[in-house]
């Protein structure tokens, strides 16, 4: 029984590795890595001033900026902190908030609806509205995204409070048992975490109907390929220096270098998730937003003379 479940795994990575190099995960990778350099900022500010209705925006730019000197360096942290700080909107003219805060909904969208096109592409579907509707229909459910990343962020931020209060309660009776049991809770935290933002990528973003059941599977083994790739690129940007040639701009390189990384595990999960659902022959239709591309493709040909 083992056997037969670790032989259909390998069947299905393998396929899903031929379909992953198929799509171009690397040029999209890059395309999209061009557009979060550009998102970034607006989208980490809009996601701490969410979480940070409970604890503090202030409080809440430090855990982000806190999180990411972990991942890519403190240099990099600094610098994203920057930009989170000339990002945010401070004036007293309304109509001056107004425009500065709808640049920042549409530039913190921007990754969202380039990664909801890849996904479309992975799924093979595509809108059928008109340009202008359908702009703005992305950037309204991209904007829920960014409310979901936020939700995601602050849930996480309450359960590290609880689990660092109790961790200190038990130190006081077996101090071995409370740092183990503070790494694991703290491992499946984020593994949680990560694994329901990647599930909500993968349900809410392409123009389909899917079940979360399936789009969990997918995203777990995402979390698990990210968690790795978490450790070895941060093992490699602290035992090197992969950007010193590039100067000043060695923390911008960094973080276009990180997305583009994360972006190509994402779309290896987006395909495993696929070649999932068509293994279990679950009915995958598009939404009312979407059309198959064959179907537009056949739509056109009989409307020809």
């Known amino acids: 029984m083992i056997v037969k479940k670790l032989s259909l795994f390998f069947s ?3 396929n899903t590795a031929l379909s992953w190099v198929d799509n171009d995960p690397f040029g999209k990778s890059a395309i999209i890595s061009y557009y979060a350099l550009f998102s970034l900022p607006s989208l980490l500010m809009i996601v701490a001033y969410i979480a940070g209705q409970f604890f503090g925006v202030d409080a809440m730019r430090g855990k982000i ?14 610098a994203i902190e920057g930009m989170i700080a000339n990002a945010s909107v401070n004036s007293s003219s309304t109509f001056t908030v107004v425009i500065g805060v709808a640049m920042l909904l549409f530039g913190a969208t921007g990754v969202f609806v380039r990664l909801k096109m890849a996904m479309n592409d992975i799924w093979e579907v595509e ?12 950037r309204l459910t991209s904007f829920g995204m960014v409310l979901v990343l936020g ?10 409070i609880v689990l660092n209060a109790v961790s200190e309660y038990l130190e006081g009776f077996a101090p071995t048992v409370a740092t183990v049991a503070a790494d694991l809770f703290s491992f499946l935290l984020a593994f949680t975490v990560i694994t329901g933002l990647f599930a909500a990528l993968f349900r809410l973003l392409p123009d389909i109907h899917i079940r979360w059941k399936t789009t969990f599977l997918g995203a777990s083994l995402t979390t698990i390929l990210f968690l790795i790739g978490e450790y070895l690129l941060g093992y490699y940007f602290t035992k090197s220096d992969p950007t010193s040639v590039y100067g000043g701009a060695s923390s911008v390189v960094l973080i276009l270098l990180w997305v583009y990384y994360t972006c190509i595990i994402m779309f290896f999960g987006a395909e495993f998730t696929y070649q999932y659902a068509n293994y ?9 937003k979407g059309l198959r591309k064959q179907d537009k493709y056949k739509k056109i040909l009989d409307t020809k003379p």
Not at 67 to 77: D, P, T
Not at 151 to 160: K, N, P
């Open 280 to 288: 279990i022959e679950e009915q995958v239709s598009p939404n009312e």
């Open 151 to 160: 939700f995601l962020f602050l849930i996480s931020l309450i359960l590290s």
């Open 65 to 78: 900026v806190d999180k990411i000197g972990g991942l890519i360096g403190e240099g990099v942290a600094q």
């Open 127 to 138: 809108s059928k509205k008109t340009a202008l509707v359908q702009t703005v229909i992305d």
């Open 12 to 14: 299905l990575i393998k």
